[in-house]
């Protein structure tokens, strides 16, 4: 670790070895010499008892020598050979023993000093002196000679001399090893003492770092820096960190001063937007705080744009956006203009961007609402849909941008009576489908085509389907398309809301439609009751007379002017029942004239009869008639009013054929589920209003009552059937007579 530049004394200090400037490792070298020391009393000890043993064992071998002189002179005299013999070989192994030492009795190697050298001079002269002499006295079996008991003396006083000098050896080494012994425990001593003052001192500078750091006090934290142990470094990064909490506490101080301006910068942007929810106020204020809050130069926003690219943050760029989303559904986008923002700063434009697009849904929320009740304020202004100008495109289109929309009305049966394109400006009369396929809730469908649209053949729009019911009632259809966009979830919703009120205004016109019908026949059969009142006595008279009249005429004598007289009474007559039979007619639609006769009826018949009756009117208008009839078309009925009926739906279509080129009129008659169904279908100018035209009165014919068709439904309705027309596509006009099958009215009479 080298010296930090911050302090300059630290690198005028003695240099010292790099692993000694930590102060871990000079506690570590201390530990490490502590237990050296530790070790030393019982390497002292050791080294003691085994010096001491093995000295005692030369001490002892020593004192052998000279007792073993003796036996060997004790052995001469006493001739014993063996002895002698064995006690010189001890002698030699004794020397060479304390010359070269013998480490398994303990006895260490003699000191290269005068005690080894007088002990290899006794080895010496034993070999080369006293063991001849002895040889040979033993040989020559005689006593000890005067000359070897003076060499056995002799050496014995040598060996005298060199015991005493063997224990002035001991004597040394004890001395020594007692040496050894203090010194290691003076060295303990000084190494406790060294180790207790550097304790001492480091608790000293941790107890100045614990005060400094209480106070706060930087200058005594670096007054403690100095150095490059682990304390200096503790101190001067104690240091370090005070300096940065202080400069953070500073600029903690100045953020909280900028968070109080941008929370008063939200707080404002807030009331900006509750103004801007309730159309009362412009988003520039708050737009231009937020700003100045986020050190931007400006920030705008587009309602509803969207952004293909989209870069949610603000680094890196002088100019980005951030878009406004719920469930994936785009509300419009925030950009703007400036240096790379903050964290905090960016907070600020995030939070304030969750304000705009909760505001952005309130305000669509109001929007929506404020648009429904123009839908309904303007539907409630209108009794039916008629084509021409009207204002349902223009507000259907404030709510949910579109394409193209259609609206089907529909009778209580389900099946279509009208049809509308709704633009912009208008209302549209289009052909009306034989069917409609109408989803139980609202859907969307791949494509935004619809029947005859702007659309024509786009594959990437999408078209939504709306049933408009009231109380499980179907009383129409609502389409929408898009050329090549698609229905957001909100839109989705927001359309689903509003299919209530197109639902209610539909069957508010229809009872409007059916009260007025109402109306109009409750007049008829008063009319009718004060008609028939007023002529039935006058008919009964001309009746009569004209019967009186012929039956003269009669006997008077045959002639051709008498027979083309009578003719013409007879058709007087039958134009008087047939008055006469109309009255009947106008009084059996009042309730109070009581229920009419109705008993099996062969449809069939009755529809083959009327066009029998039709063809020499068709044959005179040119008009090809194509029939195909079922057989057996059962159904319970008065045979003479379906007659009428279906006579006066064939009759209506040549006459609309008459001068038309090609003139075609088809007939069919089919099973249709459990009802019989007429179809009737010419290539004509078409029907202009197809639900107006069943009401009493309404004609399009300079000479027309508008009572045909009237009665016609009234017929269909007493029978439990259902009558309708429409436009169909190709042109001309086309009604649906359908009546239930006998076999199902049986079935519903018995269930009953």
Known sequence: MTDSPQHPDASAAPARPSWLRSLQARFAVLLVLLAALAVTPWLVSSLARQSVDGLARTFDRAGSLRYRMRDIRRELNADNAARARALVREQRATLTALIEGEPTQGIPRCPAHELCERLVAHLGYLVNTLEPMTERALEDHSRVT????????SQIKEIDRTVALTAEHMQARATAIGGIGTAAGSGALVLVLLVGLGVWNVFGRVRRLR???????????????????ELAVLAQSLADGLREMNARREADQRRLVELGDEQRALHAAAETLSAWIAGAGSLEPALAGVAQAAGLEWLSFDEGSNSATVDADFLGERESIIPLTWHEEHLGVLRGKGDA?????????????????????????????????????????????????????????KLVLHDDALLDVLDDAGRPVDRFRITADALERVATPAAVEVPESPALTSGGVLAGGVCASSLEGQVVRLPLRVGGR?????????????????????????????ASALLRMHMAERLRI??????IGAFGRLLADQLRNPLNSMKLTLQVAHRRLRKLPQSSELDGLVERMSALTDEVERIDSRLTEYLAIHP????????????????ARALAELRELASSASVEVVEALASDALVIGNEARLRQTVGQLLENAVEALRGRPDPRLSVSLAPQGSSWELVIRDNGPGIVDPVAIFAPGYTTKPSGTGMGLALGLHTVLQHHGHLSGRVPEGGGSEFTLSLPRHAAVEGTSAAE
């Open 341 to 397: 923002l903050t964290p905090e700063q960016r907070a600020v434009v995030d939070t304030f961007a969750q304000f705009l697009a909760l505001a952005c849904l309130s305000r669509r929320v109001l929007v929506e609402r404020e648009h429904r009740g123009e839908v309904a304020s303007d539907l409630a202004a209108i009794s039916a849909f008629q084509p021409g100008p009207s204002r349902l495109g223009a507000l259907i289109g």
């Open 211 to 229: 005060t400094a750091i209480v106070a706060e006090s930087e200058p005594a934290l670096r007054a403690e820096a100095k150095g490059s142990h």
């Open 592 to 607: 109070a004239s009581g229920a009419e006769n109705h008993v099996v009826v062969d449809f069939t018949a009755v529809v």
């Open 518 to 523: 109402s109306e109009q026949w409750t007049t």
């Open 146 to 153: 005067p000359a070897l008991e003076s060499a056995i003396a």
């Open 474 to 502: 179907l009383v129409g259809m609502l389409s929408l398309a898009r050329c090549r966009e698609l229905f957001s979830p909100h839109e989705y919703d927001a359309l689903a809301a509003l299919t209530p009120v197109l």
